[in-house]
């Protein structure tokens, strides 16, 4: 019994490994609690970590990533911006979820050529 909690044990600890190396990819979008009807659901974004920004409560974050509308989707490759989707005048994002799904899909292609 102890030997297959063990073996899934390791297996569990391969996966999780195996998923923390590959997903380099990250999408972090910044926005403020005054905004949030126009967040954009990065919940959705495949094979890439997400986490969100409220610049109110973390100032120096916007002052790191120079945020100049809310919201802002950055998406980094190891630690790098790559490439960014900045609000419009109305203080929402005009790129769509495919778009932004495919500039993380090149990130991965690019590595492959």
């Not at 490439?83 to 993380?104: L, S």
Request: with cysteine.
């Amino acid at each position: 019994m102890k030997t297959s909690y063990l073996f899934l044990f390791i297996i569990a600890l391969f996966f999780f490994c195996y998923g923390a190396c590959f997903c380099q990819v990250a999408v972090i979008q910044f926005n403020s609690s005054w905004n949030s009807d126009n967040n954009f659901d990065i919940t959705v974004l495949k094979d890439c970590e997400i986490d969100s920004v409220i610049i109110c409560n973390e100032p120096e974050l916007k002052d790191e990533h120079k945020i100049k509308s809310v919201p802002t989707v950055i998406i980094f490759d190891e630690g790098d911006e790559v490439i960014r989707f900045e609000a419009n005048i109305m203080m929402q994002i005009e790129a769509t979820r495919k778009e932004i799904q495919k500039a993380i899909d090149n990130i991965y292609l690019e590595k492959f050529e």
